[in-house]
């Protein structure tokens, strides 16, 4: 006999890896997203922090040319390296605060699903009060009230997306839960936790994935708008949204200085929603079409 | 005599429902002795299933009593003892719907040992995995495989395998053969006969499949709404049935014949509602030897013949 056989082999990731891969437009959001991801890690070597804080009123609001490939805006910094070193906020604080309220969000929606009854009403009108208040404006109350700041935005920005995450889980886990398989691990006395860690989350993972990257999307949306009306990331750092802030009253001249940070919103917020609907239909094919 | 494996004294299962109380199992009794098959037979909502997962403790009673092997399994009893997980297994009807689509066949059948056992060695585990497999009939290759590459057949095989990783004394098998082809069908019951005779595996065998009942079984609970109407030893049964329900059933059976005697008429009428059910005969309004009495009061479990008891007022008219 052999030994160390392997106890699982990969067929179904290959397979929504497959599906994923034919989606033309999926993979260039993939594409996109990645050549975003790499701006943000290397930003160190594409562009010195000096150059992004480095004020000089000898070269203000010059247009885009090859000294600056951005241009600079009305303090002379270097907008290149401003909308660079930006991605690192809007990218980690967007995909870091989805992770945070989907983790949260799981652990709340499988309770709910798993227990039923009770427990399940009481959570989810707790989160339909929630849900009652629009997400960007709930984050706005928080961060609000937490003040400005990295780690408080990404405390606003999760609380607001976990009643999301904590639905789409229940609903998954409470089909999941009457399934036989799940009911065949109870005869041979699995406890919980391991009823919803081995049986039921894996087979949940495919719509959490897709919440997950469709959520990433409107995060950073979120995130650049609660930085532009001041809320968000304070002013001197380079976020995209706190640099469109900036910028807005010299808009109209200096087209550029506006569009650029902009574009680089557009850019991230669309790749990761080709990234959602590619990886939806990738995981089931009997979803896809044009029905949210 | 021997003490039987399993007994199911005066079990009742109720749910609630907006009406009242749906009276899914109501008052069965019954023994298994070890090594032998007793199997249920009865129409879709007669309560078969909702009697398996009682004694499996996934459904809670309402009253009577279970005992394995003498000792008291229902209720708080259960949670006393965790070996009683390992002592009763179940065989699913479903082979889709009961395995787990995101695990391999080897992580499927290792898992129950996994739960029960905590980490053993991983060669070890895997040698346990590979001789259930063997045991069922599946060949080593497929301990990768994933459930969605194997047809109904083997996939009622892994979960036979599941259910025996533990080597369970009971195994309550719920229609393990009803979502087959027919000459699956015949390999699976040769494979679970098979495995009795071998290993001397109790089964409660839940189905609505006269002719596969009559192959499997040793002795027979015939159940309408809830209640045993007819109880006895296979063969007995088979050729005195006297109860007009079992008679139903047993006519029901299409024969490959052209000739043959005459069929009885098919049931009249529907099956009354199993929600807090008026006293009297369940099946009196769909009997055409029911009389206005038989409406009137409940009837009782009478012995028609050594061992074999039957819930009928007209019991002693031989030849309804």
């Given amino acids: 006999m052999k030994r160390g056989r392997p106890f699982r082999k990969r067929g179904r990731w290959q397979a929504v890896w497959r599906r994923f891969c034919r989606n033309r437009l999926a993979v260039a959001g993939l ?11 290397f930003a160190p070597a594409i562009a010195d922090y000096e150059r992004v804080i480095h004020q000089d009123s000898a070269n203000r609001l010059i247009a885009p040319c090859a000294a600056y490939p951005f241009g600079t805006d009305a303090y002379g910094r270097d907008l290149f390296a401003r909308v660079i070193w930006g991605s690192r906020y809007s990218l980690s604080l967007g995909i870091g605060s989805v992770l945070a309220a989907m983790l949260a969000g799981a652990v709340i929606g499988s309770a709910a699903g798993f227990y039923g009854g009770r427990t399940d009403s009481m959570i989810m009108r707790l989160i339909d009060m929630i849900m009652a208040i629009p997400g960007t404006l709930l984050a706005i109350t928080i961060a609000a009230a937490l003040g400005t700041g990295v780690g408080n935005l990404m405390i606003a920005m999760s609380i607001s997306q976990i009643p999301t995450f904590a639905r789409v889980v229940r609903s998954v886990v409470w089909t999941i839960a009457s399934e036989d398989y799940v009911e065949a691990a109870k005869t041979y006395g699995s406890k919980t ?19 997950a990257s469709l959520s990433m999307a409107q995060a950073v949306l979120t995130i650049s708008s609660l930085s532009f009306i001041g809320l968000g990331i304070p002013a001197p750092s380079p976020e995209w949204g706190t640099i469109l802030a900036e910028n807005k009253s010299y808009m109209r001249m200096y087209g550029y200085l506006c569009t650029i940070p902009g574009f680089a919103i557009l850019l991230s917020v669309i790749a990761l929603n080709l990234i959602g609907d590619g990886l939806r239909d990738a995981l089931d094919p009997k979803l896809s079409g044009p029905v949210r | 005599m021997e003490q039987p494996l399993l007994e199911v004294q005066n079990l009742k299962t109720y749910f609630p429902v907006n009406r009242g109380f749906l009276h899914a199992v109501d008052d069965i009794s019954f023994s298994i002795p070890r090594g032998r098959t007793l199997g249920v037979v009865g129409e879709s909502g007669c309560g078969k299933s909702t009697l398996g997962r009682t004694i499996l403790g996934l459904t809670p009673a309402v009253s009577g009593e279970i005992r394995l092997d003498g000792v008291p399994v229902l209720g708080k009893e259960r949670q006393r003892q965790p070996d009683l997980q390992r002592k009763i297994q179940m065989i699913f009807q479903d082979p889709y719907g009961s395995l787990n689509p995101r695990m391999s066949v080897g992580e499927i059948i290792a898992d129950p040992i996994l739960v029960q056992q905590g980490r053993t060695g991983s060669s070890d585990l895997e040698r346990q995995v590979l001789e259930l497999m063997e045991k069922v009939g599946l060949s080593e290759r497929l301990f990768g495989a994933y459930p969605h ?13 599941r259910a025996l990783a533990l080597h369970p004394d009971l195994i309550v098998c719920d ?3 009803s979502s087959l082809d027919v000459s699956i069908q015949a390999q699976i019951l040769n ?3 098979e495995l009795q005779e071998k290993e001397g595996f109790t089964y409660l065998f839940i189905t609505h499949d006269l002719s596969v009942v009559r192959h499997i079984s040793h002795e027979i609970v015939v159940m309408y709404l809830g209640q045993c109407v007819e109880q006895g030893e296979t063969e007995e049964i088979f050729s005195h049935p006297s109860h007009p329900y079992t008679r139903a059933l047993l006519d029901a059976i ?14 009249q009428g ?10 009297g005969c369940r ?25 074999h008891w039957v819930r009928c007022r007209k019991l002693s008219g031989e030849n309804l």
């Fill in chain 2, 283 to 307: 099946f009196a309004g769909r009997c055409s030897f029911s009389s206005p009495e038989c409406e009137r009061e409940d009837v009782l479990l009478r012995e028609a013949a050594e061992g």
């Fill in chain 1, 31 to 41: 594409v996109l997203l990645l050549f975003l991801i790499g701006a943000a890690v």
């Fill in chain 2, 149 to 161: 590459e194997l047809d109904g057949g083997r996939r009622q095989r892994v979960g036979i395998a």
């Fill in chain 2, 254 to 267: 299409p024969r490959p014949t052209t000739k043959g005697p005459k069929r009885r008429p098919v049931l």
């Fill in chain 2, 270 to 279: 529907e099956v009354v509602s199993p929600i807090d059910p008026k006293p």
């Fill in chain 2, 175 to 177: 229609e393990p053969v």
């Fill in chain 2, 191 to 193: 494979l679970l006969m």
């Fill in chain 1, 193 to 211: 936790a391991r009823l919803i860690t081995r049986q039921i989350w894996p087979n949940a993972l495919g719509p959490l994935i897709v919440q």
